[in-house]
T-cell receptor, first 112, second 114 residues
């Protein structure tokens, strides 16, 4: 069974810093990996989707990388802003099966 | 182009009552997934449906829970005889394809059982 771990569980940084969130998964036979953002009491907003054949995806200040063989993905946020404060979730879609497996998230606070 | 619509946003039920949660997928999406998020826990898969078919219900509790996605209308997650442990956020997601694409999530229904 796929296990997804996100480290750290919580992170607090001053505004303007670059930061990296980590996601690891136990089974490298994945179809794709998706990063989401969840604001308190709200739904999930998709940030980036990386197919298993890709190494990275970029959107604005966000860059996600994927090392499938080692079971790792990182989400890099450049020049962080207070509006980036949220919980960031990593989700992995195995090659077989119908579901995404989610990590428990990293709670990010960007201090003005 | 509306996203995934879930209603109600908040639902309060007394123990023993029924809860009905609705999800309308994005236009053009025919694959619907339900997930549950318990307090301080990650999202857990419940069920995957296509129009008129349950494809995978491996994450659904065997009793009291059921789901449907009729030919017309929204997908419904139904919880009978609710208990306190059912209190959670229930999220619906939809996708264009069942494999290649990512998910688009709704804003969720927060169920509180009193």
């Amino acid at each position: 069974k796929q296990e997804v771990t996100q480290i750290p569980a919580a992170l607090s940084v001053p505004e303007g810093e670059n930061l990296v969130l980590n996601c690891s998964f136990t089974d490298s036979a994945i179809y794709n990996l998706q990063w989401f953002r969840q604001d308190p009491g709200k739904g999930l907003t998709s940030l980036l989707l990386i197919q298993s054949s890709q190494r990275e995806q970029t959107s604005g200040r966000l860059n996600a990388s994927l090392d499938k063989s080692s079971g790792r993905s990182t989400l890099y946020i450049a020049a962080s802003q207070p509006g980036d404060s949220a919980t960031y979730l990593c989700a992995v879609r195995p090659e077989t099966g119908n579901q995404f497996y989610f990590g428990t998230g990293t709670s990010l606070t960007v201090i003005p | 182009n509306a996203g995934v619509m879930q209603n109600p946003r908040h639902l309060v039920r007394r123990r023993g009552q029924e809860a009905r949660l609705r999800c309308s997928p994005m236009k053009g999406h025919s694959h619907v997934y339900w997930y549950r998020q318990l307090p301080e826990e990650g999202l857990k898969f419940m069920v995957y449906l296509q129009k008129e078919n349950i494809i995978d219900e491996s994450g659904m509790p065997k009793e009291r829970f059921s789901a449907e996605f009729p030919k017309e209308g929204p997908s419904i997650l139904r919880i009978q005889q609710v208990v306190r442990g059912d209190s959670a956020a229930y999220f619906c997601a939809s996708s264009i394809t069942g494999t290649q694409g990512g998910y688009t999530f709704g804003s969720g229904t927060r169920l509180t059982v009193v």
